[in-house]
Each structure stands twice: as C-alpha cells, then as structure tokens.
C-alpha cells in the first residue's frame, strides 16, 4: 500500500512539474483582445507575435489574441470593443483611430502605440507615469519632425516652398506643425499648411496643394494618412512633388521618402510590455516609451519617375533604398 502511494506521489509531481505534457495541457492561455482598424494582412500583429514568441510564448499555450477589425467608425470600434471587455481579455492592444474608442474603458488595461501625443489625447498624466489603465508607446517626437524637413531639403536643395498635409484632430497636431514650421524656416523654406479634420476633408486639402503649386510635400504621419498611403503617394508624383513621411509604409507605397520609427520594431517591443502586464505590473507605473532609433528610407524608383538623382550623402545615410 505504501509503494502504491508513493507511486502515486511520483506519478503527481511528474504531472505538475513545469514543462510536463500534462502541466501544460492543463495551463490556461492568456486572452489578450487586439482592436484595430489596419486593413489585413496586419504587419502590427505579426511584430507584436513575433516580440511574445521571442519572449517564450507560444501561441495557443500561453497565449491566444482575439482579434478585432473594424472600419475606421467609432460605433463599429466599441462594439467590438465591448465583445472584448464581454471576453474578459487580459488586456487591449490598440493602435491608431482605434484608440478612440478604447478612452472610456477604465477596468481593462489598454496597452498602446499610437503615433500621437497620448498626454494630449486624455490617456496618460505624464509619459514618465501614465497613471491610470493606459501605457504603450508613442511615436511622436518633435526632433523627428524638424529632422524630417532637413532631410527632405538635402535631398532636393531646390525646395522652397513645402506643403504639410496634417490631421487636425491629431493628438499633439498643434506642437508637431509648429516644430515643422520652425525647421522649415531655419532652412530658408515657406510652409503652406494644408489640414483636414475628416478623411471626407481629404481630397479637398489634397486640392489645395495642387492649387498653391508647392515644389514638396510633408505628410504627418497617423491613422488617415497611413490607411490612405498609396493614395498620398500617388497624388504627389502626379503632381511632380518629392514626398516626405513619417514611416517607411508611406515609402514602400511610392513615396520619395520617409524618416521615423520602425513601426514593425515597436510592436515587437510592445511584446515586452505584454510580459510585464501579464506577470502582474500596473499599467500605470508602466513609463510610456518613445523610440530611440530611427530609419532613413528612400524609394529610387519613385526618385526617377519625379527626375530626381538623390545625393550620394542622403544614399549613403540611408537604412533601406528600394530600387
């Protein structure tokens, strides 16, 4: 009787050991809900899989992401939002427009990464300390937005007016256009300030440009303007303007170029941001981050088809030329 008990007793601790087949069968997998209004195929989720993988996860073990995707409308994004918060997700990935609807959730942790000023949008009281039930990262910064200006002068010394097609109603605008009129002035260039509030206001700021005959354009990068990238793109090489952005998207779609964050690389980030969260930290003792690395890209076909030869410089600096 003994020898069976301890057999038992050994069969038991073989079961709950960690690693063991049964251990893991019997584990319970993370729920983490994902909302968003990127079309598919959705690059964001796959860095952010690729981060939780390289952390240890695996996905269907560990962990398993309720993916929601709507249109960029408020009324579609919190009714998916609300079958997440229904779920009982361990907490929200959001990026984007989507983070619109996300702002009235206060018992379900929101991780983000947003290319606005989260402070202005409501969500955080500091970068430093959030606060509340928000942290992620952002990928605004005001030295990027200057150096943008520099770069694309360089590129095309011949600039001297430069068109800002911006979001009005994106959060921190307001400081990000006055950065980019500071750094256009420093380099002797006048800014035509082109905004638009809706994506139905688009065609007519895209209209304005084509009016006021600048010699090139800046796009601030956000939801609109990203989902709308190919169109963007498009419109300033038919228009002859040598293009800037804010992230390479812009620039695999056709534009000139593009000086900012690693999208892709952020949300592999954000994976980390994950682990702490799921082992138990608080959202808001969670720094906001912002990136510390940023890329150069250029696009060498679209240079040809404005009869633009970049600079050896602006080549040389380059992280990634499409031919």
């Known amino acids: 009787m003994r020898l069976a008990r301890r057999a038992f007793l050994g069969l038991l601790g073989v079961a709950l050991a960690p690693g063991s087949a049964l251990a893991q069968a019997a584990r319970t997998p993370h729920r983490i809900g994902w909302l968003s209004t990127e079309a598919r195929p959705d690059p964001f989720v796959d860095g952010f899989r690729d981060g939780l993988q390289k952390l240890g996860y695996v996905e269907g073990r560990d962990f398993v992401l309720e993916l929601r995707y709507t249109s960029a409308n408020l009324d579609a994004l919190r009714a998916a939002l609300d079958e997440l918060v229904k779920a009982r997700v361990a907490f929200i990935v959001s990026s984007g427009f989507a983070i619109q609807a996300t702002k009235a959730v206060q018992d379900t942790t929101v991780l983000f990464a947003i290319s606005g000023d989260p402070v202005a949008l409501g969500i955080a009281r500091s970068l430093a300390r959030p606060g509340g039930n928000f942290t992620g990262s952002t990928f ?5 937005a200057g150096k943008r200006v520099a770069l694309l002068k360089e590129a095309v010394p011949r600039i001297r007016t430069l068109a800002a097609l911006s979001n009005i109603n994106h959060p921190g605008e307001p400081a990000e256009h006055r950065a980019t009129a500071e750094a256009a002035q420093a380099v002797g260039v006048k800014l035509v300030y082109a905004p638009f509030a809706a994506l139905t206001e688009l065609d007519a700021a895209l209209g304005g440009i084509r009016e006021a005959r600048p010699d090139a354009v800046i796009v601030f990068p956000d939801a609109p303007t990203v989902v709308n990238r190919a169109k963007l793109a498009q419109f300033a ?32 980030r954000l994976a980390t941001y994950a682990d702490r969260l799921l082992r138990g930290a608080r959202a808001g003792e969670l720094p906001i981050e912002r990136p510390t690395r940023f890329e150069l890209v250029v696009n060498l076909k679209t240079a040809r088809a404005l009869g ?8 040389l600096a380059a992280d990634r030329v499409i031919e």
């Open 140 to 144: 605004m910064s005001l030295e990027v």
């Open 237 to 268: 090489v038919s228009q002859n303007l040598p293009s800037m952005f804010g992230w390479s998207e812009y620039v695999d779609a056709g534009g000139l170029m593009s000086y900012g964050a690693n999208t892709r690389e952020a949300y592999v």
């Open 308 to 315: 633009i030869t970049l600079p050896s410089p602006v080549l």
